[in-house]
């Protein structure tokens, strides 16, 4: 079946030389969100380079947005970063965060100095169950607090690659002190938001 029309998102929409139109990161993951998850009302993405907080309205406009692009410190390229420094696998780092035995509170925020935490946390005997937790708890500090300055409105959806990491939403869960809605295919969720908005054009809207 030909295709009647083709919207783009992500970093590089305005590169793609075949689409018929864009749209932006947040308006695309609040239709894909409202489509998901009708009662969200809140949505906070987290990708390989920043860290989105997103209200949004029951018809899935959006109302108000926060943005952490200034440092790796809100996304994932930050617990890339951190596997590196312990010597383990990314997609180790959940499970392990989960058979942490205690807080380790980790103060660095920004990446650089928070590798040379790592390290100087290794070097006192830390476990790494417990470091990689910092992490995520560092992490989860950080966009809880981008949220808090929308202000977090009931139900939030969690999306984005990092929300396929258990340790992170384990984290974020403690720190928001409630539940999260996480699609099947997380970080899917802004090509969808992209397919719907290409559907109203489609029909147009």
Known sequence: EDLSHITATGAGKEEVSFSQGTIT???ANAKAINFLFPSARTVIDIGAEE???IKISEKGKVVDFAINEKCAAGAGTFTETMAR???IKLEEMGALSLKS?????MNAQCAVFAESEVVSLIHTKHTKEDIVRAVHDAIADRIASMARKIGIEKDVALVGGVARNIGFVDSLKRDLEL????PEDPEFSCALGAAYAAVEKAKGG
Do not use: F, H, M
Request: net charge negative.
């Open 25 to 27: 990161e947040v308006g």
């Open 51 to 53: 860290g989105r907080a």
């Open 85 to 87: 420094a312990l010597e």
């Open 101 to 105: 035995q205690k807080a380790v509170p």
């Open 179 to 182: 539940d999260l809605l996480i």
